[in-house]
């Protein structure tokens, strides 16, 4: 097991700072091989696999790579603008449709609102102009005061600090330093792209939250209790609702043996999951949607 934790730790470039420190993650590494195997045992409908997180216990992953801990505000609907959509796709992907740039990672910053946002943004902007272009979280991070930076925020608070701005920077511009800094609001020159406005889809309401995934990429908070380990297949099973993380949904379908699934882009790089996006089980029988993803849905407008 000892050459094992080797190799991990040179796959993912780890290192400890003492005897003690390496002895104590050696174990947790042992637990977790351990669960992983056992779960990948028990006919479930997706499997886990060894990744970066593989020397963290379940509440140390938590709190280095969550970070939706900001209480949800009360959502107020003063309109859906697609509630009137009558009809829409058996199956959508924006990646195939050109609206998703490559899976980022915001590292042990709690900044997943911002990515979370910002997917949406790119999304909205592709659609409306024909071009994608990969947008900065760091410029939400360090100038969005109303959130706490890594130790938390919400999707409405990116959205509206894109609004009162006037634009987002692009990321090679303004790149991503996973840690609030100081705020450079002298970037006029590089706003990328604006919105006009952002709107809620109806909590726990997955055939509205169809409606919006059918004509763009979402925002949502989601329970990330059962994803530490994830590494393909449709998440299904007893899951939490605590929205402290936040993912974009950029499409939905339903797999081989027929489980209907959501498919999301996530934002902890791409040696976790199937290449940083994973699939959640849809149009489940719980109120608040699997693991709590249809509670709090919003998308930009643009």
Known sequence: MS???????????????????????????????AYIESFNSGGHKYELGVNGFADLTKDEFLTKYTGNFVPQKSLAFSSFIYENVKEVPDSVDWRELGAVTPVKSQGPCGSCWAFSAVAA??????????ELTSLSEQHILDCTSAAIGCQGGWMD???????????????????????????????TSSLAVTITGFEHVPPSNE?????????????????????????????????????AHAVAIIGYGSSEDGTKFWLG??????????????????DVDVVGGMCGLALGVSYPIA
């Open 207 to 243: 055939t509205a939250m169809a409606l919006a995934v059918a004509n763009q990429p979402v925002a949502v908070t989601i329970d990330p209790g059962l994803l530490q380990f994830y590494r393909s297949g449709v998440v299904t099973g007893a899951c939490g609702t605590s929205g």
């Open 265 to 282: 882009k996530n934002s902890w790089g791409t040696f976790w999951g199937e290449n940083g996006f994973f699939r959640i089980e849809r």
């Open 3 to 33: 050459i094992k934790h080797e190799k991990w730790m040179s796959q993912y470039n780890r290192s400890y700072d003492s005897k003690e420190e390496k002895e104590k993650r050696l174990k947790i590494y042992k637990d977790n091989l």
């Open 157 to 187: 608070q990116a959205f509206e600090f894109v609004m009162n701005n006037a634009g987002l920077a692009c990321d090679t511009d303004y790149p991503y330093q996973a840690s609030k800094e100081f705020c450079n609001a002298d970037m």
């Open 121 to 130: 943004i790119e999304g909205i902007s592709f659609i409306r102009s024909g």
